[in-house]
């Protein structure tokens, strides 16, 4: 590909969409099901959030926009305007490849409308989508009208557009234009079956759903012999037309023959002779799109006017040619689609409040036609020609001349990927919300990881034909040297040739950013692979130095962070990483910070989704305790749920030493002796599992057993390891067992749970360790391990307290009375035992409310201070003065103000706890172009250092206040460490000084003069 295209740059992240929160309830397994039968394998949760985005109705966002964040109607408008425009393009190449010679425009345009018609029909019946859309409260339960699920479907190939998934889109779509051809043949199916079965035709019925503004109605069709066919509409006439339709592809489906018999092959046409500038215009664009020989004749009926063609009949009769008329109809919607793809992927990070459909005006495609100096090679009538060429003439010819390189490019998906750099200057005004331009890309990421950019430009040629070659100068402050890329492609404009040099750097690292590095490297020259070392080297030592934006990284796949979610991804990266990297330098040093690094990318992508459940069963089970009147109203549920929760948050909060698995099924043989029956092969697999899969697996037996008394377990594979525990279990007890599964699936991403006829299989997905052993692989390794979490391990005590008062409280309320003082007695102690809970459901919904990151989002450092600062004095005791902090310069922080201030609220409380006599508090900041420092300073008695070697070690905190638990800090730290930020106490002569060095977000380099 031609350095500098338009699919070659990169645009960092997926924006809003990848922030969507996949919550417990939602059943998305129908749509990922159909979706991977179409070739959609494995989607990252990313990819997930995103098709969750184009699943929810703007009904469904109305009400949930906690679930939606960052999502608007206009952003969710942009996306069904893309996945319309989509279907119209697919409709458009089917009609042009089945459709019966000679081919108009008018033909295509009425098959690709009439695709587009049925597709309200068709996604009625879709029932995985049907099951997996996202609806209204109002709209949950009853019939799913057409309208809405015709809405939903194109959201969602509007999605598959911006992933780059047309793959899967075309196969989605491929029975509705099947379908929708097929019927082609019978645009009046009512008067089709009058005429095929004359008094036998069918009778209509009519039932209507819906409201006055959304009416649904069906038809059914039934002929004298009984033989019916069904359909929907937004009428009665598109009703009883499906209906009609489906009557005869059930009952005459020889009336549905196409009349041009589907899939024969046209006559291939000739070359148009004797024009020597229309022949000379058709191979310089077959060269530049490196099109074989045999497009030629295609390309020159481009350029042919039907006023030429009706002068010129008896020429191009012999050759099987036409006008450009139907080509110029393919084009329009291909360049239609590049326009709409743009503007959704523009609006992805900048959700607009609404879709405004428009399109690229005649004028600029005929301009494009002047400006490619194509417009002498149009083929004009005489009489047109004496007249020039309108603006509509020359822009159907552009747009014929792009559907003719489409067609002889066999379709691609996105024509971006094709572009010539000839034809470079022409790609903005065609697509004006096209992707950003590659200097501004780079600009983007060099930002984000700290390196600096700039250009030197060389000039050489005559005046009337200068040509430019850019270079790309990275200079990195953290490793005290530059490096020079290499030239990017002569071309014509100094601005554009910075571009092409940008482009030389975004391929390296795109080659950094693949699966396979060094491989991808290997045949690059030279000069490239220096570059890439000198980029790991700096990525590298920037983990070691200093602060990164962690959400920025990721997306913006730096230091293969963005392979953390998958083991056997990020250990092959690592080891092709290291090959690069030990020629550069030594970074031993450095392995702790990529461990950090690798483990809190990880965690960002576990987190909002794997996690949520057990959140969110942890809030409701607190909610529930603090709202109970009565000691009696304690149930045994209440108790085993709080059991569960307390082994779920131990399990992450510890790390357990490995188990063999042999040693696994030797201790259930003896704690389940005769209840629990283990099957399959006879030799047990020699397979280690890590502390939490066993804990995962010892728990999912355990509740087989305590739900239906006995279970068998069966080893079905050993690579991946695959068990099924297997027993009978009625409706009750398995809407229980798949509650369990949904809280232990969250414990750890290596154990996938499934839910099975009789029972469940769990499958441990294994990883093989690479022989090499370089830096990076070795702290990959070592982020792939469980580690402790002192947070959480805090929260698992807290339950065991809650555990401990609701047993006693219920021990109390239960235990029989012998008098009537006794009675009292016991219902005080309940009582007393409840308020204890009550106390200890507060504490922790306090201290865990600070368990959710909000994401990649940017808060505005300064103003929000002075903002929070002035909050903060209307609530602080008279003897306590604080400091407003000044907003002395713009910096953005990449980092979301509802967890910043989550994270200040502690601090801030914790230094008016420690001054009840009086004192002060100071809030101060400071930024460079990298990260910002905020300083909370107060005049009290100090940090314990216990509390101080804990937060430093990493260890559990254990709180000198009474009633204390130590989480508000793990609970920040932990937050901070999401963002790619950390907390610290530096020693101070008095009082307690914190730091909080916070992640700036990059902003988007302005182009170097």
């Known amino acids: ?42 989607p990252s ?31 969710l408008d942009t996306l069904h305007g893309l996945g319309m425009t989509y279907v119209w393009r697919r409709a458009a190449i089917r009609g042009y490849q089945q459709l019966p010679s000679p081919l108009t425009a008018g033909a295509l345009s009425k098959h690709a409308s009439n695709v587009s018609l049925q597709v309200p029909g068709w996604a009625v019946q879709q ?82 759903e819906g409201p006055d503004h959304d009416a649904v109605f069906t038809a059914v069709a039934t002929d004298t ?131 405004f459909s428009t399109s690229v005006p005649n004028t600029v495609y005929d301009s494009a036609l002047r400006l490619a100096g194509l417009a002498p090679a149009l083929l004009l009538g005489v009489g047109q020609a004496a007249k020039g060429i309108p603006v509509e003439v020359g822009s159907n010819a552009f747009q014929a001349v792009i559907g003719a390189v489409f067609v002889a490019r066999n379709f691609p998906p996105s024509l971006a990927e094709e572009w010539p750099l000839e034809w470079r200057t022409l790609w903005p005004t065609l697509i004006p919300e096209a992707s950003i331009d590659t200097t501004t890309a780079l600009g983007m990421l060099a930002s984000g990881m700290q390196l600096q950019i700039h250009y030197t430009v060389r000039e050489y040629g005559p005046d009337h034909g200068k040509q430019h070659r850019a270079t790309a100068v990275l200079t990195s402050s953290l490793l005290q040297a530059a490096v020079s890329a290499r030239e990017g492609e002569a071309i014509s404009g100094k601005k554009v040739a910075r571009q092409a040099a940008a482009q030389v750097v975004l391929d390296i690292l795109d080659a950094l950013a693949g699966r396979q590095p060094a491989k991808m490297l290997a045949t690059a020259p030279e000069g490239d692979q220096s570059v890439a070392r000198f980029i790991l080297a700096h990525q590298a030592a920037a983990l070691t130095r200093s602060t990164i934006p962690l959400p920025r990284w990721i997306s913006g796949q730096l230091f293969g962070l963005h392979w953390a979610a998958s083991s056997e991804a990020l250990l092959e990266w690592a080891t092709e990483a290291d090959q690069l990297m030990t020629r550069a330098m030594s970074f031993e040093d450095g392995i702790s910070s990529f461990q950090r690094a690798f483990r809190a990318a990880r965690d960002a992508e576990r987190a909002d989704d794997q996690a949520r459940s057990i959140d969110l069963e942890l809030s409701n089970l607190l909610s529930r305790i603090q709202r109970l009147d009565d000691p009696e109203a304690l149930t045994g549920d209440d108790l085993q749920r709080l059991v569960q929760l ?21 201790d259930w043989t003896l704690l389940h002796r005769g209840r629990l029956n283990i099957t399959g092969s006879p030799d047990k697999p020699d397979a280690e599992l890590t502390g939490r899969e066993r804990a995962v697996l010892d728990a999912l037996a355990s509740t087989l057993l305590k739900t239906a008394g006995t279970a068998s377990v069966e080893i079905l594979s050993s690579q991946p390891l695959r068990l099924r525990f297997n027993t009978d279990l009625d409706a009750t007890q398995r809407q229980a067992v798949d509650q369990t599964c949904k809280l232990w699936a969250g414990v750890t991403r290596t154990v996938t749970i499934t839910l099975v006829h009789q029972g469940i299989e769990a499958t441990i997905a294994g990883t093989h360790a690479p022989s090499a052993r370089g830096p990076i692989i070795r702290a990959a390794l070592t982020a792939l391990r469980p580690g402790t979490e002192p947070y959480l391990a805090s929260v698992a005590d807290l339950l065991h307290d809650l555990k401990n008062q609701v047993t006693a409280a219920r021990t109390a309320a239960s235990t029989p009375a ?98 009840p006599h009086g004192g002060a508090i100071t809030l101060e900041w400071t930024a460079d172009d990298y990260e910002a420092v905020v300083e909370i300073a107060d005049t009290g008695p100090g940090v314990p250092p216990d509390i101080l070697n804990a937060l430093t070690s990493g260890e559990r905190i254990r709180s000198t206040k009474p009633g204390g638990n130590g989480l508000g800090l793990l609970g920040a730290r932990s937050l901070l460490t999401r963002a790619g930020g950390h907390l610290a106490a530096p020693p101070t ?16 380099s302005p182009e170097t003069s």
């Open 818 to 915: 012998t008098s009537r003082t006794a009675r009292l007695e016991h219902q005080l102690t309940a009582s007393r035992h409840l308020d204890q809970a009550q106390a200890l459901a507060i504490r922790l919904k306090a201290s865990t409310s600070t368990l959710s990151y909000d994401g990649e989002q940017a808060t505005e450092l300064g103003p929000f201070l002075r903002t929070y600062a002035a909050t903060v004095l209307t609530r602080l005791p008279g003897t306590i003065s604080l400091s407003i902090p000044d907003a002395r310069r713009a910096a953005h922080i990449a980092i979301g103000e509802r967890t910043l201030r989550a994270i200040l609220d502690n601090l801030v409380g914790n230094a008016i706890e420690a001054m």
């Open 225 to 355: 012999l009984g033989r019916q066919g069904f359909g929907k509409g937004s009428s009665k006439k598109s009703a009883s037309r499906n209906a009609g339709l489906d009557f005869i592809s059930r009952h005459l489906p020889h009336a549905l023959q196409v009349a041009a018999h589907p899939g024969s092959r046209r006559e291939t046409p000739g070359e148009i002779p004797g024009h020597a500038v229309h022949a000379s215009a058709v191979r310089r664009v077959q060269d530049l799109f490196a099109l074989p020989p045999g497009s030629r004749p295609l390309l020159g009926q481009a350029l042919v006017h039907a006023s030429w063609e009706y002068e010129q009949r008896s020429v191009l009769m012999p050759l099987h040619q036409q006008d450009n008329q139907a080509l110029g109809f393919i084009g329009s919607q291909v360049l239609n689609f590049e326009y709409v793809l743009a503007q959704a992927r523009s609006s992805v990070h900048s959700p607009p409040d609404a879709f």
């Open 127 to 208: 029932s995985w989508l049907l099951r997996s859309c996202r609806l209204s409260a109002g709209l949950v339960g009853k019939p799913v009208p057409p309208g809405v699920a015709a809405t939903v479907l194109r959201q969602l190939v509007g999605v598959l557009c911006v992933l780059d998934r047309q793959d899967v889109a075309d196969r989605l779509l491929e029975s509705l234009v099947v379908d929708a051809t097929q019927s082609d043949a019978v645009t009046d199916p009512r008067t089709k079956l009058q005429v095929l079965l004359g008094k036998g035709a069918p009778t209509y019925e009519f039932d209507r």
């Open 45 to 75: 949760w990313t990819v997930k959030r995103s098709l969750a985005v184009g699943l929810a109705h703007s009904s469904f966002l109305y009400e949930h926009t906690d679930l939606l964040p960052g999502v608007t109607r206009g952003l």
């Open 989 to 1004: 002569a008095s009082g307690t000084t914190w730091l909080l060095t916070l992640p700036v977000a990059p902003a988007p």
């Open 1 to 42: 590909m031609a350095a500098g295209t338009p699919a070659t740059v990169r645009t960092g992240s997926l924006g809003v969409l990848e922030q969507a929160v996949l919550d417990a309830g939602y059943d998305f397994t129908p749509v990922l099901n159909h979706l991977h039968d179409l070739g959609l394998r494995d």
């Open 646 to 666: 307390c082994d779920i948050y131990r399990c992450m909060g510890t790390d357990d030493p490995d188990t063999a698995l042999a040693d696994l099924i030797d």
